[in-house]
């Protein structure tokens, strides 16, 4: 959450008391955030500054109860440009550490120039969350699935596989034409972080960043923000094309990643697969990030 001091901070959406979920959904709190099971009341920097009759009616509350020690429980969060980071467990590498393959692998855009021209929220996607991140980091299936929404030929894509930063990426050389509001044919970069930060970059100046959010194991919530640089006077009709255009890729994805959904569920999926060695390199390192990520949590678990 934001506070008066517009510093952005994060904490588990946790009641101390009963251990209610706070907060239902996105909004401006007011200056405190109030329980609505016995209106405990926490300030912006998560403080407990009000718990009525805790202690009894007109009876203070028990000596051994702390406000302080009953503040919202806080976690890592770190802020680049327009995006937050959290890291539950606190034990992620350092920050800047994190983001360096991704700095990397941008090149020369003007990251720290683009401001969000539109959100696309498109909702839950009946998928896992890791379906809808293999299929963005790998350009195999661009000229098959969006061949009605891209024009970018497989011979200018190579993949890119730098630590937790994967992708692909595409080089056009000629300079875009007209139709690139309803295709995309330009220089691109599809980048991520391990594990569900997306970043596309697509010359001269367009960044679309989303998010896979993991609702549960075949659920997945989804929106993508356009950003153009902040000298690009785009007309709101341009805006519009731009949202059409990706919000049509986004659904070719979709109903792919929704039909592997549904195949995993088979037997046959238990066998594996084939990944091409030359085109899926960065899905076989996603994979085994996630191993080594699980493998984790199953030794702290024993
Ligand atoms: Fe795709």
Same mark, same amino acid.
């Given at each position: 959450?934001?506070?008066?001091?517009?510093?952005?901070?994060?904490?588990?959406?946790?009641?101390?008391?009963? $251990?209610?979920?706070?907060?239902?959904?996105?909004?401006?709190?007011?200056?405190m955030?109030?329980?609505?099971?016995?209106?405990?009341?926490?300030?912006?920097?998560?403080?407990?500054?009000?718990?009525? !009759?805790?202690?009894?009616?007109?009876?203070?509350?028990?000596k051994?109860? &702390?406000?302080?020690?009953?503040?919202?429980?806080?976690?890592? $969060?770190?802020?680049?440009?327009?995006?937050?980071?959290?890291?539950?467990?606190?034990?992620?590498?350092?920050?800047?550490? !994190?983001?360096?393959?991704?700095?990397?692998?941008?090149?020369?855009?003007?990251?720290?120039?683009?401001?969000?021209?539109?959100?696309?929220?498109?909702?839950?996607?009946?998928?896992?969350?890791?379906?809808?991140?293999?299929?963005?980091?790998?350009?195999?299936?661009?000229? !098959?699935?969006?061949?009605?929404?891209?024009?970018?030929?497989?011979?200018?894509? *190579?993949?890119?596989s730098? #630590?937790?930063?994967?992708?692909?990426a $595409?080089?056009?050389?000629?300079?875009?034409?007209?139709?690139?509001?309803?295709?995309?044919?330009?220089?691109?970069?599809? #980048?991520?972080l !391990?594990?569900?930060?997306?970043?596309?970059? *697509?010359?001269?100046?367009?960044?679309?960043?989303? %998010?896979?959010?993991?609702?549960?194991?075949?659920?997945?919530?989804? &929106?993508?923000?356009? *950003?153009?640089?902040?000298? &690009?006077?785009?007309?709101?009709?341009?805006?519009?094309?731009?949202?059409?255009?990706?919000?049509?890729?986004?659904?070719?994805?979709?109903?792919? $990643?929704?039909?592997?959904?549904?195949?995993?569920?088979?037997?046959?999926?238990?066998?594996?697969? *084939?990944?091409?060695?030359?085109?899926?390199?960065?899905?076989?390192?996603?994979q085994? %990030?996630?191993?080594?990520?699980?493998?984790?949590? %199953?030794? &702290?678990?024993?």
């Amino acid at each position: 959450m934001r506070n008066a001091n517009n510093e952005i901070g994060a904490f588990h959406n946790v009641c101390r008391h009963r $251990c209610l979920k706070l907060i239902d959904e996105p909004k401006n709190t007011g200056k405190m955030i109030q329980c609505p099971y016995h209106y405990w009341a926490y300030n912006l920097l998560g403080e407990l500054k009000a718990t009525p !009759f805790f202690g009894g009616h007109d009876i203070a509350p028990p000596k051994e109860f &702390s406000l302080e020690e009953n503040g919202l429980v806080s976690v890592r $969060c770190e802020t680049w440009h327009d995006w937050v980071f959290v890291n539950i467990d606190g034990k992620a590498q350092d920050f800047e550490v !994190f983001l360096q393959p991704l700095k990397n692998q941008i090149g020369d855009l003007p990251i720290n120039k683009v401001k969000p021209v539109a959100t696309i929220d498109f909702g839950v996607v009946n998928t896992n969350w890791k379906l809808l991140m293999e299929n963005f980091i790998e350009p195999y299936h661009v000229q !098959f699935v969006h061949k009605t929404t891209t024009n970018q030929p497989l011979t200018d894509h *190579y993949t890119i596989s730098d #630590l937790h930063c994967l992708g692909s990426a $595409c080089d056009i050389d000629e300079t875009p034409g007209e139709d690139t509001a309803t295709t995309l044919a330009v220089t691109s970069r599809y #980048l991520t972080l !391990f594990p569900n930060f997306v970043m596309g970059t *697509y010359a001269p100046d367009q960044v679309g960043v989303h %998010l896979n959010m993991p609702m549960g194991t075949g659920e997945t919530k989804q &929106s993508r923000v356009i *950003y153009v640089h902040e000298d &690009s006077a785009l007309s709101a009709d341009e805006v519009e094309k731009l949202k059409t255009l990706w919000y049509n890729v986004h659904k070719e994805d979709h109903a792919i $990643c929704e039909r592997l959904q549904q195949g995993r569920l088979s037997d046959v999926s238990k066998m594996g697969g *084939y990944l091409s060695p030359h085109w899926e390199v960065s899905v076989r390192q996603f994979q085994e %990030l996630v191993v080594d990520a699980t493998s984790v949590h %199953l030794q &702290s678990a024993d």
